[in-house]
């Protein structure tokens, strides 16, 4: 499995973009990049998901560099709802994967 | 629409006694997977099912733990002899099918053994 770093935590304002940096630099040709988040109490929550272009959703957008060894999770407009822990997780594409594997990720504060 | 149920949502039990614990999957997802989460722990994997069967089930951390799921639909997870190390939350996922699909979960079952 691909290795990623992810800083222990970081600190927002409400309203202000978030740029989350998470780095997998063993990243596999066929690993594709996934994302979630752990609000308290709560299960993950799939955020978003891309192999080398950029990717857009209603909740966030997907930054990943053109080696593929860094992505950006972009949060345009911080809410207070936001504050969660972030996961990024490899997730290779073979068609009999199945397992997410979760690291520490990074625990966003979100200030009102 | 309906999400990953699961429950009971806590759980409190004498060590030794039997658990069950309930998944109801999203309607129309045939692949469902249990995860548990210990306190300050990451997510660790247990066991998925494509349908009604388990291919792996290398996760399960000692032959107290088993599951099952009929009908394509609902699972549950049973712990036999229920030890205090088994405390934790247990999470319960299901998608569309194996593969590079979103895995929608559950809130949990808190499992609290005294």
């Known amino acids: 499995d691909a290795k990623t770093t992810q800083p222990n935590s970081m600190e927002s304002n409400e309203e202000e973009p978030v740029h989350l940096p998470c780095n997998h630099s063993?990243?596999?040709?066929?690993?594709?990049i996934h994302w979630y988040r752990q609000l308290p109490s709560q299960g993950p929550e799939y955020v978003i998901h891309?192999?080398?272009s950029n990717v857009n959703n209603r909740m966030a957008s997907l930054a990943i560099a053109e080696d593929r060894k860094s992505s950006t999770l972009i949060l345009h407009r911080a809410t207070l709802r936001d504050a969660a822990v972030y996961y990024c997780i490899p997730f290779n594409s073979g068609g009999s994967n199945y397992k997410l594997t979760f690291g520490k990720g990074t625990l966003l504060t979100v200030n009102p | 629409g309906a999400g990953v149920s699961q429950s009971p949502s806590n759980k409190v039990t004498e060590k030794g006694k039997d658990v069950e614990l309930r998944c109801d999957p999203i309607?129309?997802?045939?692949?469902l997977y249990w995860y548990r989460q210990s306190l300050g722990q990451g997510l660790e994997f247990l066991i998925y099912?494509?349908?009604?069967?388990?291919?792996?089930k290398s996760g399960l951390p000692s032959d107290r733990f088993s599951a099952e799921r009929t009908g394509g639909s609902v699972s549950t997870l049973t712990i036999q002899r229920t030890q205090q190390e088994d405390s934790a939350v247990y999470l319960c996922a299901s998608s569309f099918r194996v593969g590079n699909q979103p895995q929608h979960f559950g809130d949990g079952t808190r499992l609290s053994i005294l």
């Open positions: 063993t990243i596999s040709g066929t690993d594709y």
């Open positions: 309607s129309g997802h045939t692949a």
């Open positions: 891309g192999l080398t």
């Open positions: 099912f494509q349908g009604n069967s388990a291919p792996d």
